[in-house]
């Protein structure tokens, strides 16, 4: 256990106050931040403050305290013109000093923003619902300081609960005072602007106080007062655009008013029709505003698999949109909401919510919405879906908190935010200087990069480009270096082709290819000799669709099979064989139409199979009949991955990311996988649907004109250790999930870093979750994790364009920069082969 110590003291004055301060951090600010007053956001409190926690006259009882500190003679001049007056001196104690029980109930919060930014929070319980004080420490303060105050407050908070000394904690006991389960600390404003626009990463916190206060729930000593829903509308929709547009932040010019609705539709048959309250996201105050306190919401049929959404109170209509995947719908039983987002013609997005009475009235609505979508995907009546699976369905489009959480200790190393400009100077790795100043902003082809293959065994990446394939060398400073082109890509007749799909295979010696025109067939590339060596015919009969490893790290080894899916097959590629390279004894067919579309394998080869339906199956060998079938959400799958172990299945669809706990955990198969043993029909484990925040989507839709397509989303992979993030991307920007904070339920778990190119490819650099190699249309990247930011509206605007420039002015294309490679033109023609 780490000692209670204490920091040196700063200049306070603590009066006669004899009790003991066991830490401190001498200089910051304390603000009242009240995210849900209309008046005003943010209060400065103390200019300049000092707080610690102290010892009281009870054992097991501390408190946090938070101190004026005054410069030297301000003091005795504020004594001296306030007089002597005892009544005058007690109010001044209260003024120069604030004191709160150190309790669990206050959710006492640190979090690091950037380098020299760290936030103490914690809940103002004699205030309104969401009021926070917030301690944000000066840029001299430590971040060591800030670590040990925030372990010794879970101390005291435990010592408090269970009325015993620290020292009997486990580090699981202390965890439970970390309250990730809280949203993110909103900002607070700088002194004399309370009205400055609040990030876009607070969104989540501010509508969920809202809701929070409309539903009535208040503190024991908050006083009752009304709800939102008790407001003017006047007053609502009047106060919070005139605050949004004294903001300075680029991000207001997005702040218009959304479009009229369309005509609706005539209905063949209403799915659901309820009353709720309409809020409307603004993006510079970076919170949800009432719109209306009554409308009706009403989904519709309107024919030809096509449904429509509705929206209008008695005097007017708000909006109406087609129920389409893209409007990214997530529901909130906890707070009786439902978002979603709307885009129009004009390229614009929004981002709405409804928030209803009761839970009964959404879950309702929720039954008619997402009947219209699985419809509207899956061109089939939802009525033909089983029961239990429907409820599949259901819970997986709600915001819910996963079951069984890791334990261990977690020390995330991932930066929030990195604003300096460390990039190194350009580090050139060709030889013809006499064109160094004759920057060639393209290579001289009409290709772009396509696909990646990361080396397990060996520290290489290959990029796919047309006909060719660029290899390039990790560095251990996380710089790519670009090593030789394999220039013409070709069957071993001479026919050049652009392979649609690469994998690496005997401890990256080999490539097995596909061409786009022939799936019978497959190829291999001799990498040492960088040419097509083996033209391979799988089946007369059975294309191949997709293949994959025997095994998560055959490639390492000389396995010389490996596993390959059609339509409606599953099955082994032996290439020892004669003829016919697919292993007829290992072959699975089906005599319906199961449009298989991805695979994926565990350490031990268990082996998991998606689907364009959007269900999985989980295999323990092949030949047989699945141990598990997981029913499906709507969309196609596009990608599929893995946990070594097999607790783990990740799948990708385009606009959202499927995680499913493979785990049983009750019943006669407790213990088992279920690529080992079958769940229990009423048992099939629980999905977590991985999604950005609609308010993210819109803001990501603003900035690019794209909705979300993600690439296929990967674990990071290591035979050292677990699994830890998810990397994946959509247009120009990665994004890496945090995997403990996704099972932990956390809001928002992801981190972000934006390209001025839509990324083609992207994987984690085998064995580490720190590094990821992005591959875009004319450029490979190794990025770090720490260069990556939380989803703020700056960081979703992206630096590109200061990127763009450093890039032009340090040097000529065909340079690293931060473990970027941009091809060249010699690059991308001669062959070293």
Same mark, same amino acid.
């Given at each position: 256990m780490v000692p209670l110590i204490a920091w040196p003291v700063g200049k306070l004055l603590f009066g006669s106050n004899s009790q003991e301060s066991m830490i401190e951090l001498p200089q910051g600010q304390l603000y009242l931040v009240r995210p849900l007053s209309p008046k005003g956001y943010s209060e400065l409190i103390f200019k300049d403050a000092a707080i610690r926690i102290r010892r009281t006259g009870q054992d097991f009882q501390y408190q946090l305290v938070v101190q004026r500190v005054y410069e030297e003679g301000e003091a005795e001049l504020l004594a001296e013109e306030e007089g002597e007056d005892a009544e005058i001196d007690a109010l001044a104690a209260e003024r120069d000093e604030k004191t709160f029980l150190l309790d669990e109930a206050i959710r006492f919060r640190v979090e690091n923003?950037?380098?020299?930014?760290?936030?103490?929070?914690?809940?103002?319980?004699?205030?309104?619902?969401?009021?926070?004080?917030?301690?944000?420490?000066?840029?001299?303060?430590?971040? /060591?300081?800030?670590?040990? =105050? &925030?372990?010794?407050?879970? %101390?005291?908070?435990?010592?408090?609960?269970?009325?015993? +000394?620290? !020292?009997?904690?486990?580090? /699981?006991?202390?965890?439970? =005072? &970390?309250?990730?389960?809280? %949203?993110?600390?909103?900002?607070?404003?700088?002194?004399? +602007?309370? !009205?400055?626009?609040?990030?876009?990463?607070?969104?989540?916190?501010?509508?969920?106080?809202?809701?929070?206060?409309?539903?009535?729930?208040?503190?024991? +000593?908050?006083?009752?007062?009304?709800?939102?829903?008790d407001n003017a509308p006047g007053e609502q929709d009047s106060e919070a655009p005139e605050e949004a547009n004294t903001s300075t932040d680029a991000s207001s010019s997005h702040h218009k008013p959304p479009p009229s609705a369309p005509p609706q539709p005539e209905p063949l048959e209403v799915l659901s029709h309820e009353l709720a309250e309409l809020h409307f996201f603004d993006f510079p105050s970076g919170s949800f505003v009432l719109k209306d306190a009554s409308v009706a919401a009403q989904v519709s049929d309107i024919g030809k698999w096509n449904y429509w959404l509705h929206v209008a109170s008695t005097d007017q209509e708000w909006l109406g949109i087609p129920?389409?995947?893209?409007?990214?719908?997530?529901?909130?039983?906890?707070?009786?909401?439902?978002?979603?987002?709307?885009?129009?013609?004009?390229?614009?997005?929004?981002?709405?919510?409804?928030?209803?009475?009761?839970?009964?009235?959404?879950?309702?609505?929720?039954?008619?919405?997402?009947?219209?979508?699985?419809?509207?995907?899956?061109?089939?009546?939802?009525?033909?879906?089983?029961?239990?699976?429907?409820?599949?369905?259901?819970?997986?489009?709600?915001?819910?908190?996963?079951?069984?959480?890791?334990?261990?200790?977690?020390?995330?190393?991932?930066?929030?935010?990195?604003?300096?400009?460390?990039?190194?100077?350009?580090?050139?790795?060709?030889?013809?200087?006499?064109?160094?100043?004759?920057?060639?902003?393209?290579?001289?082809?009409?290709?772009?990069?396509?696909?990646?293959?990361?080396?397990?065994?060996?520290?290489?990446?290959?990029?796919?480009?047309?006909?060719?394939?660029?290899?390039?060398?990790?560095?251990?400073?996380?710089?790519?270096?670009?090593?030789?082109?394999?220039?013409?890509?070709?069957?071993?007749?001479?026919?050049?082709?652009?392979?649609?799909?690469?994998?690496?295979?005997?401890e990256d010696r080999n490539m097995i290819l596909q061409k786009d025109n022939d799936p019978n067939k497959l190829y291999r590339m001799d990498l040492e000799y960088g040419k097509v060596v083996d033209e391979w015919n799988v089946h007369e009969d059975i294309p191949v669709l997709e293949f994959a490893p025997e095994n998560k790290f055959a490639q390492m080894t000389h396995e010389p099979t490996f596993l390959g899916v059609s339509k409606n097959a599953l099955f082994r590629v032996d290439p020892r064989l004669s003829g016919a390279k697919l292993v007829d004894s290992q072959l699975k067919q089906y005599a319906s139409k199961n449009d298989f579309s991805a695979l994926s394998t565990t350490e031990k080869g268990y082996i998991a199979v998606a689907s364009n339906k959007g269900d999985i199956r989980l295999f323990d060998r092949l030949g047989i009949n699945a141990k598990t079938h997981i029913p499906a959400l709507g969309e196609p799958i596009i990608g599929l991955d893995v946990s070594a172990d097999g607790r783990w299945v990740l799948?990708?669809?385009?606009?959202?990311?499927?995680?499913?706990?493979?785990?049983?955990?009750?019943?006669?198969?407790?213990?088992?996988?279920?690529?080992?043993k079958s769940f229990a029909a009423n048992a099939k484990p629980q999905p977590r649907r991985l999604t950005l925040t609609p308010e993210h989507v819109a803001q990501f839709h603003h900035e690019t004109g794209q909705g979300v397509s993600f690439t296929p989303a990967r674990f990071n992979t290591s035979p050292e250790g677990g699994e830890s993030s998810i990397i994946t991307a959509t247009g120009p920007y990665i994004i890496d999930w945090n995997l403990k904070k996704v099972i932990r339920g956390a809001k928002a778990p992801y981190i972000i870093k934006r390209y001025s190119e839509d990324v083609k490819a992207d994987d984690f650099k085998f064995g580490s979750d720190q590094n990821v190699i992005v591959a875009l249309p004319n450029e490979v990247n190794m990025v770090e994790k720490n260069k990556m930011s939380r989803p703020t509206r700056e960081s979703i605007a992206g630096d590109f364009q200061r990127l763009s420039t450093a890039k032009r002015s340090s040097g000529r294309v065909g340079g690293v920069h931060s473990g970027r490679y941009k091809l060249g033109k010699d690059d991308v023609v001669d062959s070293p082969y």
């Open positions: 923003r950037s380098h020299s930014e760290k936030v103490l929070a914690w809940k103002d319980l004699s205030g309104d619902v969401g009021d926070l004080y917030e301690f944000v420490c000066d840029p001299s303060v430590h971040t /060591a300081q800030v670590e040990a =105050f &925030e372990r010794i407050a879970r %101390q005291c908070q435990y010592e408090r609960k269970y009325r015993r +000394s620290h !020292t009997t904690a486990s580090e /699981a006991d202390l965890r439970q =005072f &970390e309250f990730d389960d809280e %949203q993110p600390i909103p900002q607070a404003s700088p002194i004399h +602007s309370p !009205t400055l626009a609040r990030s876009i990463e607070s969104a989540d916190a501010m509508f969920q106080l809202r809701n929070e206060a409309n539903t009535g729930v208040k503190r024991e +000593s908050v006083a009752a007062r009304a709800s939102l829903a129920v389409v995947a893209e409007m990214n719908p997530v529901f909130n039983f906890e707070f009786l909401s439902f978002i979603f987002n709307q885009f129009t013609e004009d390229g614009s997005a929004y981002s709405w919510l409804l928030r209803f009475k009761d839970r009964d009235t959404l879950a309702r609505f929720q039954e008619g919405l997402m009947q219209a979508l699985w419809e509207q995907l899956n061109e089939q009546k939802w009525t033909k879906v089983k029961e239990r699976e429907r409820q599949y369905v259901l819970d997986a489009f709600e915001d819910l908190t996963m079951e069984d959480a890791p334990a261990e200790d977690e020390h995330e190393d991932e930066s929030e935010t990195d604003d300096t400009d460390d990039r190194p100077r350009s580090e050139h790795y060709d030889s013809d200087e006499e064109e160094e100043e004759d920057v060639e902003p393209q290579p001289q082809d009409d290709d772009i990069n396509t696909g990646l293959a990361v080396g397990y065994k060996h520290d290489r990446s290959f990029v796919v480009r047309g006909s060719k394939i660029g290899v390039f060398k990790h560095h251990p400073n996380n710089h790519l270096e670009f090593s030789t082109n394999i220039s013409k890509v070709e069957t071993p007749k001479g026919e050049l082709f652009s392979p649609r799909k690469v994998m690496l295979h005997n799948a990708t669809c385009r606009t959202y990311l499927l995680l499913i706990d493979a785990l049983q955990k009750e019943g006669k198969n407790e213990g088992k996988l279920g690529f080992e």
